[in-house]
Structures are given as C-alpha cells and as structure tokens.
C-alpha cells in the first residue's frame, strides 16, 4: 500500500518547491512525526514551524470537535461569537495600541491585508522590505519576499524596495564583522530615498530573519526604524508569523525589541497547525482604512473552526507556561549545540531567542565560505537517523539550519535531537573527506 500511494504521490500531485521526503507520512504527536514505514522521527521544524504547542495537541483536537458541534463556516458577513472571544483575547495579549484583528488563513493573506491597510491609511504605496525576507506567495507579499525564488514570474508589484539586512555574522554591504552598527540599515534608506517616487506606505519586516538565515537584530535597531517609518510618513508592519506567542521566549518580538509597530501580522504560531493568521492594528490605523473603502472579503475570512482552535492555543500556552518553557529549554538546546561548536570547525555561529535557532555552516571561520554541500549532506543523514531538521541554502546568504521544535520539546528529545545532529555531522564530514570535497 505504501509503495502504491507514493506512486500515486508522483502522479498526481504537483511539486511545489522546498524539501520533499520519499516517503509519506500517516501522524504526528508532540515532537514526533511517524513516516508509512512506522518510523518515528522527531521534527525540528514544529511543522513548517506552525505546530507551536506539539502535533496534535488533545486542546486543539477537542477545539476541533467543539467547532464540528457547533459550526465550521459561516457567510463571511455573519461574525462568529469565537471569532470575537478570539479577537479580545489577542487584544489582551497584544501591546497598546494593537486592538483590531482581522482573521484570515495564512500568512500571506495577512500580509497583503496590512500592505492594503497601510496603503490606504498612507495614501502611498511604496513599500521597504529586508533583503533575506520571507513574508508569502502572494502578489504583494511575494513582491517584498526575496528570500524567496523570484525569477520566472513576471513583474512584482510596483513600489517594492529591498534594502540589507542586520547580518552581522555575513553583512550584506561588507562592512561589519559580528556586531552590526546600523551601516546596512543607514545605507538601505539612502537608496530608498534616492529612488522613491515621493509615495511611501510601509516598512515590512520579520523583527527576526527565519528564511534568511535567524538574523536577529541589534537591541536598538527597530527604534531607529521606526523613526525612520515616521520621518518618511511610513507605516512600521512586523510579520511576526515566526516569532509571536513564546517561540522566542517572549510573547512578541514587538516586546523582546521594545518597539510597537503601527500593524502586526501572525499567523503559523496562532493555529497550532489549523490555517489561521492575524492582522492587527490601532483604532486610529483601522479607521483611517474604513473610512478608504478597505476590503479583505475573501470564503474564509472569520471562520469559526480555526478561531475555535486560535483561542485554544492562546489558553494553552497561558495555562501550560509555554513562553517560560521556550526561554528554559531554548537556553539548554543553545547550550547543546555550542558543544558542537566547539567541536567542529564547520560550526561558524550558533544564534538566535528562545526555541528558533539558526547553526551556521562555513567551510572555515575565517573565509566564512558556506558549506553547502555539508549542510545537504548533513540534513538528509539527520532524517535517516530520526530527525527533521530545515536547512536554509541560499548562495548569498549561507547555509543555515534553522531549529524550531514545539514549546512542549523535553530535554530528552533535545538530547536525542543534538546527539543525532552530531552523529551525522561526523559521518557526513568523513564521507566528504573520502570524496576529496
């Protein structure tokens, strides 16, 4: 059976980029996903980092079943009680001034709403985004991702501006060496300056690279952008997809940094592994775009199922301690993988807040040339060992793992996790050796 559906997998799916594994899978638990031969692995990557309280967590699965009782979906016009349950609790989450929630599917969608938003409430439309940023698929938000694989689909949206991004350990314009002055950034607005056609909108971020390699920024580097947002009559977005609700350790990066951005965007650590995603903003932000005529009226906008669950997750990170536990156990897995830096030559950096961690691959660290080849290698010996790990290969930017388990990770699956990372890094050093590479 597993052979015939992994050949009907072939013929009748469409590729859609990234890693794709030779087998299939039939569930997951916690940190664990289980493949068709039975074999349990442990997943790193909580997911495509949504599975933020564990793989089918029992509060996720009963919010599930209480929705099935109740309702599923409803006409986008009528507004669920739980959705507005969901939108208070957020709220009380939530620094001031954020407030107003509008609850979509994905984190592409909350995306383009808050570019719509912001150009709307601005009246412009250019719009200042990191190099290294992944912020969706979609028209607008896919015009401001270049972390993403761009060439082949025609013109972006007008108005999109790349400037570098805060990596100290590989700056972008050469000119630091692990610890970033805000060069890169002083030097991205002149250029935006230069070429701005006097209709700016927004200044779209992730307060920590995920694709781009976990880059985390200076302590004082988002008061000096936002500053920057206001002289420029910009609106601040923080794409928080990867960083809200305790996976740093804190509930937003918005607190970790100290800086409240104009609109946020969440989305994969809101639901748990069910499609949910946020846009939020001030009252004055939110009227400002209704008194334009805003629009963002898609099937599922305000569904039931996922705010029943959205809801959920919020009460079990609160009830559970998860953002402590993020801290606890994202300082002893930092600690683990140091080990290995100190071990390995190839290790040139281990970063990052709480449980997203990036390892960073060099061939020698002086050069910091990537290892591209040890990373591939490397990654595809940890999955035949028990472990699913993401790495990030992009030519310009390095080769990074990025390591996201659950909140609900134990120090065993830590152990285990950084004990096969080990094996296979020594395995797949000797190998490359014997190779001549």
Not at 342 to 370: A, F, H, M, N, W
């Amino acid at each position: 059976m597993a052979d015939d559906l992994r050949k009907a997998a072939d013929e009748f799916l469409v590729r859609y980029g990234g890693d794709r594994f030779d087998r299939l899978f039939v569930k997951a638990k916690g940190a664990v996903v289980v493949d068709d031969t039975g074999r349990e692995i442990l997943d790193f990557t909580s997911g495509q980092m949504c599975a933020t309280i564990g793989h089918n967590h029992p509060a996720i699965v009963e919010a599930m079943a209480e929705s099935g009782r109740n309702a599923i979906h409803m006409f986008s016009g009528m507004i669920p009680e739980v959705v507005v349950r969901l939108g208070r609790k957020l709220a009380e989450w939530l620094p001031a001034p954020l407030k107003k929630s509008l609850f979509v599917n994905t984190g592409s969608e909350s995306n383009e709403a808050a570019l719509r938003i912001a150009k709307l409430a601005t009246g412009g439309y250019e719009v200042i985004a990191f190099g290294g940023s992944w912020h969706g698929v979609t028209g607008a938000a896919a015009g401001v991702s270049y972390a993403s694989d761009r060439r082949g689909y025609g013109p972006d949206v007008p108005g999109a501006y790349a400037i570098p991004e805060p990596n100290a350990y590989r700056c972008p314009i050469g000119h630091c060496r692990d610890r970033c002055d805000k060069s890169c950034l002083n030097l991205g607005l002149r250029m935006f300056d230069m070429q701005s056609r006097g209709a700016p909108a927004a200044i779209i971020v992730e307060p920590i690279l995920s694709a781009g390699g976990v880059i985390v920024p200076p302590d004082d580097y988002f008061e000096t952008l936002r500053q920057a947002a206001r002289e420029r009559g910009m609106l601040l977005v923080f794409d928080e997809a990867q960083t809200a609700f305790g996976r740093i350790g804190h509930r937003f990066a918005a607190n970790r940094f100290g800086v409240v951005p104009d609109i946020m965007t969440v989305s994969k650590t809101l639901g748990g592994g069910v499609p949910l995603a946020a846009t939020v903003t001030s009252d004055k932000i939110e009227a400002q775009a209704h008194a334009k005529g805003f629009t963002y009226y898609t099937s599922h906008v305000s569904d039931p199922l996922p705010a029943t669950v959205g809801l959920a997750v919020l009460e079990t990170i609160e009830r559970e301690r998860l953002i402590e536990r993020a801290q606890e156990m994202g300082a002893y897995m930092r600690e683990r993988l140091r080990e290995l830096h100190q071990r390995y030559e190839c290790i040139g950096d281990v970063r990052g807040e709480g449980l997203l961690i990036g390892v960073e691959l060099v061939k020698d660290r002086e050069s910091r040339e990537p290892h591209h080849r040890l990373g591939a290698k490397t990654t595809a010996r940890c999955f035949e060992l028990g472990l699913s790990m993401n790495i990030r290969r992009r030519p310009e930017r390095g080769s990074v793992w990025r390591i996201a388990p659950p909140l609900t990770v134990t120090r065993d699956e830590i152990d285990r996790g950084v004990a096969i990372l080990d094996r296979a890094l020594s395995e797949s050093l000797d190998a490359l050796a014997r190779e001549g590479g």
